[in-house]
């Protein structure tokens, strides 16, 4: 069963600082693996994806994260951060189409940004 | 290009009521699933549904029930309605391997 797991529930950056937010998880076959933003009262935003191929993926609004097989993580980082990104963030894996491609959730990470 | 859209945005209802919730998807998606957020969690997978079948199913009663139109719109009913059900409702579209779009989902509030 696939499980996704974010150790850390808040994490408080000043503004301009880099960023990274942890991520592992656990599934038997290559993953699926996504980053999602949500804003309070908001759906959720996909940031970018990893199916296959390059490691390093880059996304919206200026994320990337890099899918190292060998630690089951796939953090995202942000270089300098700005006041708008301060949302909860998910990381979540999901199967091929094939299995039905649900998604699994960790338990997000709120970003508060200080001036 | 027109996102996914869900509607009500909120809804209130009484313990025991049942109550349906909406989905369309994005433009050229097949592909609906359905995901419930209670405060403070992340999101849980409710189940999917492709080609107007239930293809994959998650760890709820049979209280939660779908459907899928030939347009690829889809619809969240739940029956006798608990406290436990208060939560947002998020529609999710997706094409193949391509990745779940998610709507502003559907804030649910039982009382």
């Known amino acids: 069963a696939q499980s996704v797991t974010q150790p850390d529930i808040h994490i408080t950056v000043s503004e301009g600082a880099s960023l990274e937010l942890r991520c592992n998880y656990s599934?038997?076959?290559?993953?699926?693996l996504f980053w999602y933003v949500q804003s309070p009262g908001q759906g959720l935003q996909l940031l970018l994806k990893?199916?296959?191929?390059?490691?390093l993926v880059q996304g919206i609004k200026g994320f990337e994260a890099e899918f190292k097989r060998s630690q089951s993580s796939f953090n995202l980082r942000k270089p300098s951060v700005h006041w708008s990104d301060a949302a909860e963030y998910f990381c979540?894996?999901?199967?091929?189409?094939?299995?039905?491609?649900?998604?699994?959730f960790g338990a997000g990470t709120i970003l508060r940004v200080k001036s | 290009d027109a996102g996914v859209t869900q509607s009500p945005t909120h809804l209130i209802k009484t313990r025991g009521q049942q109550v349906t919730l909406r989905c369309s998807p994005k433009?050229?998606?097949?592909?609906v699933s359905w995901y419930q957020q209670a405060l403070g969690q992340g999101p849980q997978f409710i189940f999917q549904?492709?080609?107007?079948?239930?293809?994959q199913r998650g760890n709820f009663p049979d209280r939660f029930s779908g459907h899928q139109f030939p347009n690829y719109s889809s619809e969240l009913n739940v029956n006798a309605l608990l406290l436990g059900d208060s939560a947002l409702y998020l529609c999710?579209?997706?094409?193949?391997?391509?990745?779940?779009?998610f709507g502003p989902g559907t804030r649910l509030t039982v009382t």
């Open positions: 999710a579209s997706s094409l193949e391997d391509r990745g779940q779009y």
């Open positions: 990893y199916f296959s191929g390059d490691t």
């Open positions: 599934y038997g076959a290559t993953p699926y």
């Open positions: 549904y492709y080609e107007e079948e239930e293809r």
């Open positions: 979540a894996v999901g199967a091929s189409m094939e299995y039905g491609n649900k998604l699994v």
């Open positions: 433009s050229g998606h097949d592909t």
